[in-house]
């Protein structure tokens, strides 16, 4: 008997694995719980539901979410090939009719002959493989319960927390400085002063803007260690200067004075392209925190990798337990794909459905699986979640931020990510074409 591939979840993830691996030549049993089992967010049995927002994000050319689109094209992607179909207006971004884009989606895996599609719940991780989990940000309680033994108790996670973070480039350095409070260690943060008024008007800013509400299935659980930055600020008008935000051991270089206040940022990356907002994490909607946000000194002009959040979510620690094969170091042959495994965004769950599929083919037919160039968006995205240091792992959708340096030293955006994008599809190729070759030999 020929070996098969199990796949847990028919999201977006678990879709686009079962069809990369379908097509080729390897059989496939998807495993999706609904309609046997319902979840909190769902409304549909189909395969690959929009459970949020209808658009797949940035679509303008050169951008880095672009970018990731057309190298999921150059493998004949399932989910951007029906996206492409079914697309409505929606500006710079690749909107879908969601229910057309599911639909396609359901009808071509239930009709590929390599597919069985299983309506089931999987509470159990199967004891032989491969095995990919792609159960998303719902996972069921039974099988997140399974997964939390078999990958630890402290790398799976229910709730993020995210900050803010800014593309260097568009930091005003003459406004910023490095420092670290108290002398502590060398001047690893960039501290953003704010003066009596500006901190002011800032909080009054917070205090009034507009929240994402909570979804039906989410409580507002916070920490006291990790409240959002706008739920301090509602606390009164000293509470930030005096948490996140307090100057204490920080003296501004021109004058030796202390400011009022102090927005932190933190390297999110060694080569120091991008900066995250420490302390930032919030529920402010995206429009409100590009507006608040830019209220900063130093930011003014601030271009935004990735905006904040709080939600509900569960995630693994992918670089503390997954080899580059995304699969576990404990468990070779059990893969994770999708927001399971710490990445934000439709378009990011998809591809990491496509590369774990990869890589379990590869297992199958009895090769080694090399990982995208790390100058493709493919590569960049796969690098992040098995190599960023696990103690400050957080979900991350694309952006430049996760590229290698190389190009970040031009200065000129529009000519930086044109050189970005050429370098990257110039790498997909020639990576494509190699493991093409060597797929089509051995299926």
Request: aromatic fraction near 10%; charge should be neutral; charged fraction near 20%.
């Amino acid at each position: 008997m020929k070996p098969y591939l199990t796949i847990i979840g028919g999201g977006l993830a678990g879709s686009e694995a079962a069809w990369q691996a379908a097509e080729r030549g390897i059989p496939v049993i998807l495993h999706e719980m609904r309609s046997v089992t319902p979840t909190p967010a769902h409304k549909t049995d189909q395969c690959a539901e929009l459970v949020c927002s209808n658009s797949l994000g940035n679509n303008l050319p050169h951008s880095a979410p672009f970018l990731l689109k057309e190298e999921l094209r150059k493998f004949n992607s399932l989910v951007i090939g029906s996206a492409d179909r079914h697309s409505v207006p929606a500006g710079g971004a690749l909107a879908v009719d969601r229910d057309l884009f599911s639909q396609e989606i359901t009808e071509r895996i239930m009709q590929h002959p390599n597919i069985t599609l299983k309506r089931d719940e999987v509470v159990e991780i199967p004891e032989e493989g491969p095995v990919i989990i792609a159960t998303g940000p719902l996972t069921s309680p039974k099988l997140s319960e399974d997964i939390q033994r078999i990958v630890g108790q402290k790398y799976l996670y229910f709730y993020d927390a995210l900050s803010p973070i800014v593309d260097a480039n568009t930091i005003d350095f003459d406004k910023a400085f490095f420092a670290s409070r108290y002398d502590k260690g060398g001047d690893d943060y960039l501290n953003c002063p704010m003066d009596r008024e500006q901190y002011g008007q800032f909080v009054q800013e917070l205090n009034n803007a507009q929240k994402v509400p909570f979804a039906s299935f989410e409580k507002p659980i916070y920490f006291e260690g990790c409240l959002p930055i706008e739920e301090l600020a509602s606390r009164g008008p000293k509470t930030l200067a005096f948490g996140p935000l307090k100057p204490v051991g920080l003296t501004l270089p021109e004058t030796g004075r202390i400011a009022h206040a102090v927005v932190q940022l933190r390297r999110e990356n060694k080569e120091g392209t991008a900066f995250n907002l420490v302390g930032f994490q919030t529920k402010l909607t995206y429009p409100e925190q590009k507006r608040i946000f830019t209220m900063i000194p130093g930011l003014e002009k601030a271009e935004f990798f990735r905006f904040g959040a709080i939600h509900r979510n569960t995630y693994i620690n992918a670089p503390g337990i997954l080899t580059k094969n995304l699969d576990l170091k404990t468990r070779p042959g059990i893969y994770f794909a999708g927001q399971i495994i710490g990445v934000e965004g439709y378009v990011e769950s998809a591809t990491m459905g496509l590369l774990a599929s990869l890589s379990a083919v590869r297992k199958i037919s009895g090769e080694d699986f090399t990982p995208p160039p790390i100058e493709t968006a493919m590569g960049a995205l796969h690098n992040y979640v098995t190599t960023k240091p696990p103690k400050n792992f957080q979900p991350m959708n694309i952006n430049f931020g996760l590229f290698p340096a190389t190009e970040m030293g031009i200065r000129n955006k529009k000519e930086r990510n044109q050189k970005i994008f050429d370098n990257a599809l110039a790498g997909l190729t020639r990576w494509r074409n190699s493991f093409q070759q060597e797929v089509d030999s051995t299926v």
